[in-house]
């Protein structure tokens, strides 16, 4: 560690997530200055770590993404400060009488909850590195900076769980979390090779932890309820999730848990079949393809559906719901659901005709379909942000679902799937895993999920449209087309690009504006924070070798709420 130069110590990447840390802190109210503090431990621990890992190969049986740096600063920072912007925001609300002290409480929860996944799963990497440094004092300072990072840090979560009541509960609650990140992101690195970062798998597994968590805490909830006739203390912290939330909740993550016993269903099969066909491919196939249509169906229609009325009291079958849902509004939503395919026909058709016969490379190619969101999204998030909350969960389902298929080659659809896809990779994408589709379709839905309920900057929902749709799109095309000067001597990103994608966000959100001035909240968000926004997550797209589309949304985000 000592021997790192300052020139290797501060590149451009770390450089811009710096920035968007610093100004996050400089928003900080007092009453969040303990959540800061953790914050700047975390960043710390984890560029001491990120250091450690690029300089280190006691890690080489983790097989990362090629071309890709280690990307664990940001990987380890992003949730936590986007956590921590939701709670500066959540706190003017509450300043102004606008959410209730519970629901302050539980999203800190959570932001704790995010600290202690990201900062254990650090010290799990920070063991691993250990063992394989340049001396013996460089071990040593290693092992003291690493412990005094333990110190503080469990030391700061101590202070939190006093704050209050509960504090076991609480330092439970976010043992259980760090627990979780490691075994899932281990989980992740040995299951697809080659697939992504540490930091993208850092990323990736803390969100869905804390999403599990989510959909455990619900469920605790009602059985505790249901046994006592009680409430369970520590949901005191909770709120009431609206019915799509859940809805979505369920679908996804029952998707997710289906994978584990799809594997085993599957694998049994397999078995069968070898015994009892004699080598009769075609037969074992379609049985594989019976199997997994008819639990893909148990679950999708008695499994899922019976966890959500468990949990919320639907008055009737959650599917029997979204019928009604869409049919409150037929004309405008069904003519919406219309234009979309109407929209995805004609362009992918495009495309695909396109990326067959055409020598474009695929990175342009691609930015087609950010354009896409655009053209499908902006007009939704205006007209109809509650059924486009709902048909984000119904794309991710879909997108998941047919991933499922393409991965274990389920028949007759799983090589089609496969070969269609792989018309749209590029090099960030492999056989094993297609990320890049279910990235754009997050980046530009969590921004507008995160944005339900109080919200006193109009521009927080447009966060994954303006910034991926327009933005990334537009900086890839200029940049490709005219830009001279690059940002380092290694990577393709130019500043002409960089500063074509910062001012096509900015003139989306002058276009913007009008609608904004109708709300009533336009006055709330100034032309110095927009542009520090916009710069901010335009030089993050410049500088990072990680996958934008999972980034660039959440930074941008994080800084419009401030």
């Given at each position: 560690?000592?021997?790192?130069?300052f020139?290797?110590?501060?590149?451009?990447e770390?450089a811009?997530?710096?920035?968007?840390?610093?100004?996050?802190l400089?928003s900080l109210?007092l009453?969040?200055?303990?959540?800061?503090?953790?914050?700047?431990?975390l960043?710390?621990?984890?560029?001491?770590?990120?250091v450690r890992v690029e300089t280190?190969?006691?890690?080489?049986?983790f097989k990362t993404?090629?071309g890709?740096?280690?990307g664990?600063?940001?990987g380890?920072?992003?949730?936590?400060?986007?956590?921590l912007?939701?709670l500066?925001?959540?706190?003017?609300?509450?300043?102004?009488?606008q959410?209730?002290h519970?629901e302050?409480?539980?999203?800190?929860l959570?932001?704790?909850?995010a600290?202690g996944?990201?900062?254990t799963?650090?010290?799990?990497?920070?063991?691993?590195t250990?063992d394989n440094?340049r001396?013996?004092?460089?071990e040593a300072?290693?092992?003291?900076?690493?412990?005094v990072c333990?110190?503080?840090?469990?030391?700061l979560?101590?202070?939190y769980?006093?704050?209050?009541?509960?504090?076991i509960?609480?330092?439970?609650?976010?043992?259980?979390?760090?627990?979780?990140a490691?075994?899932?992101?281990q989980?992740?690195?040995?299951a697809?090779?080659s697939?992504?970062s540490?930091?993208?798998?850092l990323l990736v597994?803390?969100?869905?932890?804390l999403y599990?968590?989510?959909?455990?805490?619900?469920?605790?909830?009602?059985?505790?309820?249901y046994?006592?006739?009680?409430e369970?203390?520590?949901?005191?912290?909770?709120f009431?999730?609206?019915?799509?939330?859940?809805?979505?909740?369920?679908?996804?993550?029952?998707l997710?848990l289906?994978?584990?016993?799809?594997?085993?269903?599957?694998h049994?099969?397999?078995g069968?079949?070898r015994?009892t066909?004699?080598?009769?491919?075609?037969?074992?196939e379609?049985?594989k393809?019976l199997?997994f249509?008819?639990?893909?169906?148990?679950?999708?229609?008695?499994?899922?559906?019976s966890w959500?009325?468990f949990v919320?009291?639907?008055?009737?079958h959650p599917l029997?719901?979204v019928v009604?849902f869409?049919?409150?509004?037929?004309?405008k939503r069904?003519s919406?659901?219309?234009?979309?395919v109407?929209v995805?026909?004609?362009?992918?058709?495009?495309f695909?005709n396109i990326?067959?016969?055409?020598?474009?490379?695929?990175i342009l190619l691609r930015k087609?379909?950010h354009?896409?969101?655009?053209?499908m999204f902006?007009?939704?998030v205006?007209?109809?942000?509650?059924f486009?909350?709902l048909?984000?969960?119904?794309?991710?389902?879909v997108?998941?679902t047919?991933?499922i298929?393409r991965v274990?080659?389920i028949?007759?659809?799983?090589?089609l799937v496969?070969?269609f896809?792989?018309a749209?990779?590029?090099h960030?994408d492999?056989?094993l895993?297609?990320?890049?589709h279910?990235?754009?379709?997050?980046?530009?839905?969590l921004?507008i999920w995160m944005?339900?309920?109080?919200?006193?900057?109009?521009l927080a929902p447009?966060?994954?449209?303006?910034s991926?749709?327009?933005?990334d799109?537009?900086?890839?095309?200029?940049g490709?087309?005219?830009?001279?000067?690059?940002?380092?001597?290694?990577?393709?990103?130019?500043?002409?690009g960089?500063?074509?994608?910062?001012?096509?966000?900015l003139?989306?959100?002058s276009v913007?504006?009008?609608?904004?001035?109708?709300t009533?909240y336009?006055l709330t968000?100034h032309?110095?924070?927009?542009?520090?926004?916009?710069?901010?997550?335009?030089?993050?797209?410049?500088?990072?070798?990680?996958?934008?589309?999972a980034?660039?949304?959440l930074?941008?985000?994080s800084?419009?709420?401030?």
């Open positions: 560690m000592a021997a790192v130069s020139s290797q110590l501060l590149n451009g770390r811009v997530v710096t920035l968007f840390i610093v100004i996050v400089f109210p009453s969040l200055l303990l959540h800061g503090v953790a914050l700047s431990l960043a710390i621990f984890a560029l001491s770590v990120e280190s190969t006691s890690l080489s049986q993404r090629a890709a740096s280690s664990i600063l940001l380890a920072v992003t949730l936590p400060t986007f956590m912007s939701k500066i925001q959540q706190s003017r609300a509450f300043s102004l009488h959410v209730h519970g302050l409480n539980y999203l800190a959570q932001y704790w909850a600290f996944s990201c900062f799963v650090l010290m799990v990497l920070c063991l691993f250990l440094t001396s013996h004092s460089c300072w290693n092992s003291k900076f690493g412990l333990f110190v503080i840090g469990a030391a979560l101590f202070l769980s006093t704050i209050g009541v509960h504090a509960w609480k330092l439970l609650w976010v043992f259980f979390h760090g627990f979780a490691v075994k899932l992101v989980h992740l690195l040995n697809f090779p697939c992504v540490f930091g993208e798998a597994t803390v969100g869905l932890v599990f968590g989510d959909m455990l805490a619900n469920t605790i909830e009602k059985l505790y309820g046994m006592t006739s009680s369970l203390v520590f949901m005191q912290y909770g009431r999730r609206s019915e799509i939330g859940i809805i979505i909740q369920g679908l996804l993550l029952g997710l289906y994978l584990v016993v799809l594997k085993y269903l599957l049994g099969w397999d069968f079949s015994s066909y004699s080598g009769a491919r075609i037969c074992s379609k049985g393809s199997i249509f008819a639990s893909l169906g148990f679950l999708i229609v008695v499994i899922i559906p959500m009325q919320q009291d639907f008055d009737m029997l719901w009604r869409v049919f409150r509004e037929p004309v069904l919406l659901c219309l234009y979309w109407c995805i026909y004609l362009s992918v058709l495009r695909y990326s067959k016969n055409s020598k474009i490379e695929r087609y379909y354009l896409m969101a655009v053209l902006l007009p939704a205006i007209l109809q942000p509650k486009l909350d048909a984000f969960g119904a794309a991710l389902a997108f998941l047919l991933e298929i274990w080659r028949w007759p659809l799983g090589q496969h070969e896809m792989n749209f990779t590029d960030r492999s056989d895993l297609i990320v890049s279910f990235s754009l379709l997050l980046g530009c839905a921004p944005s339900s309920g109080y919200n006193d900057r109009p447009f966060a994954g449209i303006l991926l749709g327009i933005g799109t537009m900086a890839s095309m200029v490709h087309k005219y830009g001279v000067l690059r940002w380092s001597k290694t990577g393709k990103k130019t500043i002409e960089t500063a074509a994608g910062i001012t096509s966000v003139a989306a959100c913007l504006f009008p609608h904004l001035a109708s009533g336009f968000e032309w110095i924070s927009l542009l520090l926004a916009v710069t901010v997550s335009g030089l993050l797209e410049a500088y990072t070798a990680q996958l934008d589309n980034f660039i949304p930074v941008f985000y800084l419009l709420c401030l």
